[in-house]
């Protein structure tokens, strides 16, 4: 599969439904489009999610409305996402972190990614990083680890939310370093970024765009990426894997999706569009800002990418032994 590479299968797939479809496509859209954000403002998927949203409207003269819809691992704003009218003025900024993960870990997760969602367009992905306040006694990752050896569990650190591919980093780590730091989640990033910066809690695990702004300013101070590579973005940060834990490797992907049995024409029209967006230098080098590495896919490779994770992440649930209401 050669995932950089946008191909217009999806708009074929959708001249064969026939006219309507056709019709569907040209005319749309002739009104607002909502475009879902399942989490609270300021955070890793609102900063993204805004700027798609901007330049989308910019580029193609589109009003395209951001709404959040934050709670329970954003498992609450994908759930809204499926329940809409399959007409494609409703989207959702879904990631890894509520469609491959969310199901498995919230009992209140009724939905199948799967099968209650279409693939419309895939952002990017990003790495974990793992960061401290800027004034933090932590100068290294070995300093955590040195110290949570010497004292388990009095090292704390924040997340956006239990269950979450950003939790679940966390809990790798600490499995891999063999350590004991406790858990503290919170309910978005932003919360999560004001304790760690006043010192509330000593670290944060954090998408890349949520921390992007502290560390230009120099409040944070970040201490590794969890990707298998470093981050363009924050070349000089290292990898987990270079801090002596090697093949560790955990990231997450962004992506629009929209409800099941919303017009063919219409997701091809918008994967289209996307993606020509994605392309545009400034636009591009406005993503890599955030931190996420932009990656467009058809529906169709989108699709199989959230498929196989999926299926892997109810293996790392389980094994990881987490299940929340």
Same mark, same amino acid.
């Given at each position: 599969?050669?995932?950089?590479?946008?191909?217009?299968?999806?708009?074929?797939?959708?001249?064969?439904?026939?006219?309507?479809? =056709? +019709?569907?496509?040209?005319?749309?859209?002739?009104?607002?489009?909502?475009?879902?954000?399942?989490?609270? @403002? $300021?955070? &890793? *998927?609102?900063?993204?999610?805004?700027?798609v949203a901007t330049k989308l409207g910019e580029a193609k003269q589109w009003k395209v409305v951001p709404d959040n819809r934050g709670g329970a691992g954003g498992t609450i704003g994908i759930t809204t996402a499926t329940?809409?009218?399959?007409?494609?003025?409703?989207?959702?900024?879904?990631?890894?972190?509520?469609?491959?993960v969310g199901p498995w870990l919230y009992s209140g997760a009724n939905y199948k990614p799967t099968e209650d969602l279409m693939p419309v367009a895939?952002?990017?992905?990003?790495?974990?990083?793992?960061?401290?306040?800027?004034?933090?006694?932590?100068?290294? =990752? +070995?300093?955590?680890?040195?110290?949570?050896?010497k004292a388990p569990d009095t090292i704390t650190?924040?997340? @956006? $939310?239990? &269950? *979450?591919?950003?939790?679940?980093?966390?809990?790798s780590f600490k499995n891999a370093a063999n350590i004991n730091i406790r858990h503290i989640p919170y309910k978005g990033s932003n919360p999560a970024m004001m304790d760690v910066l006043s010192g509330n809690v000593d670290l944060m695990v954090s998408s890349v765009p949520s921390a992007m702004a502290q560390i230009q300013a120099g409040a944070l101070r970040p201490l590794a990426v969890t990707s298998a590579r470093r981050s363009t973005s924050l070349p000089e940060v290292p990898t987990v894997a270079e801090s002596g834990f090697p093949d560790f490797d955990v990231s997450t992907w962004y992506g629009v999706f929209a409800p099941a049995g919303t017009n063919a024409a219409v997701v091809?029209?918008?994967?289209?569009e996307i993606n020509r967006l994605l392309e545009v230098p400034d636009v591009r080098a406005a993503v890599n800002a955030q931190g996420v590495e932009v990656e467009p896919l058809t529906p169709?490779?989108?699709?199989?990418?959230?498929?196989?994770?999926?299926?892997a992440a109810e293996d790392q649930v389980k094994a990881a032994g987490l299940k929340l209401e």
């Open positions: 599969m050669h995932r950089r590479t946008f191909t217009l299968g999806a708009l074929a797939l959708a001249a064969l439904a026939g006219g309507g479809g =056709l +019709q569907a496509q040209e005319n749309y859209p002739d009104k607002a489009i909502t475009l879902l954000i399942p989490f609270p @403002p $300021g955070g &890793g *998927t609102d900063i993204l999610s805004r700027l329940r809409a009218k399959p007409d494609g003025y409703t989207l959702v900024m879904g990631q890894k972190d509520n469609l491959a895939h952002v990017g992905y990003t790495p974990i990083l793992i960061v401290t306040s800027a004034q933090s006694r932590f100068q290294t =990752l +070995q300093d955590v680890i040195d110290e949570a050896r650190y924040g997340s @956006p $939310g239990n &269950g *979450t591919t950003i939790h679940l980093a966390g809990e091809g029209k918008l994967n289209a169709e490779a989108f699709g199989e990418l959230l498929a196989r994770d999926y299926r």
